[in-house]
Structure formats: structure tokens, C-alpha cells
């Protein structure tokens, strides 16, 4: 019920599909994005959706590089 844990799931997820930090772009889509994945329900799939159409996934940063 803590709107800061939808804003937290929301960056994590665009963070981790784009494998850099969140910048000012970023912020002002998870701005809208946030409320939408709330009052939906909070459904994972969902928010996959709206990451991957967002203009933040076209600027996906470099490859992370594989540990050994």
C-alpha cells in the first residue's frame, strides 16, 4: 500500500531491462508508469510491457559483461 514501493519496482525492473541507472527520461516515464502499475494491480507482466515500449529501453546501455 506504500506508493514508494511501486516506484521502487518500477525503477528496479527499467533498471535492470536497460542494465544502466535510471536518468531524467527514465524518472519522467516511471512518472505515469508508476500509477498505472498500481492501479493494475501491481502485475509483473504488465510492467515488463511498459519497460519494453518505453523510449528508456531503446537507450539500453552496454552488454553487461559475463563474470567468470
Known sequence: K???TSQCIDQRV???ATG???DDGDWAWMD???PEFAAGGHV???LLRQVATS???SRAGP???AKD
Open 20 to 22: 544502466r541507472t535510471a
Open 14 to 16: 527499467m533498471e535492470y
Open 32 to 34: 505515469e508508469a508508476t
Open 63 to 65: 552488454a553487461l559483461a
Open 44 to 46: 509483473i507482466p504488465a
Open 2 to 4: 506504500n506508493p514508494a
Open 55 to 57: 523510449d528508456g529501453f
